[in-house]
Every structure is written in C-alpha cells, then in structure tokens.
Nanobody, 130 residues
Framework: QVQLQESGGGSVQSGGSLRLSCTAS????????MGWFRQTPGKMREGVASMSIGGGSTYYADSVKGRFTISQDNDKNTLNLQMDSLKPEDTAMYYC???????????????????????WGQGTQVTVSS
C-alpha cells in the first residue's frame, strides 16, 4: 500500500526557513516520479519542485528557484524540501506526491507543471508572516 506522510510545516516570519520531509512507504522513491505541490484556497494547485527518477535532475517553479531545494534520502526513502528566504506568498498547504515512473520518465520537467499525480500525502501547512 502506497503511503506518503509529510512533516515539517509550521509558521515562520518572512525571510525564514523551513524543511519539509515526506516519508514514503509501499514503494521506492528512487524509482518513481516524486515532487512537491502546494495549494491555497481559491488558487490552482502549483507544482513547486520535482526530481527526475533516480534524483539526477531537479525542477522548480519559477517562483521558488534559488530559494527552495529538493532532495531525497534513498536510505530513509524520504523526499525533502528545504525552503529558504520564505515569503508571505509561499503560504500554502504543501503536498508530497508520487506517480508511477512512466508518467515522468520522458518528460520530467513537464510532470511538475502538467500532471495530476496518482498518490498524495495529507499535506502540511506552511504559513509565512510579513
């Protein structure tokens, strides 16, 4: 059974940092499409960051480039998102998501922007105050 469990959300002031983690069970993150998405009420879901299968390449939304870093720990089967220089507009519910490898193998960048992943965590709230 595939499960994704996020942790690490919270409240921080503008300019601060948070680190999100997503622990996966039932599959190996290194062999599947993995990424972080976020959503705020009234707005469309946004792909934030993703990794190619195996973790060789990373992809980011323009809004977070240079501030967020996605990584994976294969030993712990965990996907991480380091968020620095946070801004109030980063306030959202953040979700870890996964898809079978065929969904992103040939279009890893496109998966972040145009996909609807099959598996989702329950989400973790990030709130950035000005």
């Amino acid at each position: 059974q595939v499960q994704l469990q996020e942790s690490g959300g919270g409240s921080v002031q503008s300019g601060g940092s948070l680190r999100l983690s997503c622990t996966a069970s039932g599959f190996m993150i290194s062999r599947n499409c993995m990424g972080w998405f976020r959503q705020t009420p009234g707005k469309m879901r946004e792909g934030v960051a993703s990794m190619s299968i195996g973790g060789g390449s990373t992809y980011y939304a323009d809004s977070v480039k240079g501030r967020f870093t996605i990584s994976q720990d294969n030993d712990k089967n965990t996907l991480n998102l380091q968020m620095d220089s946070l801004k109030p507009e980063d306030t959202a519910m953040y979700y870890c998501a996964a898809d079978p490898p065929a969904k992103c193998l040939f279009r890893p960048a496109g998966w972040l922007t145009a996909s609807s992943p099959k598996y989702w965590g329950q989400g973790t709230q990030v709130t950035v105050s000005s």
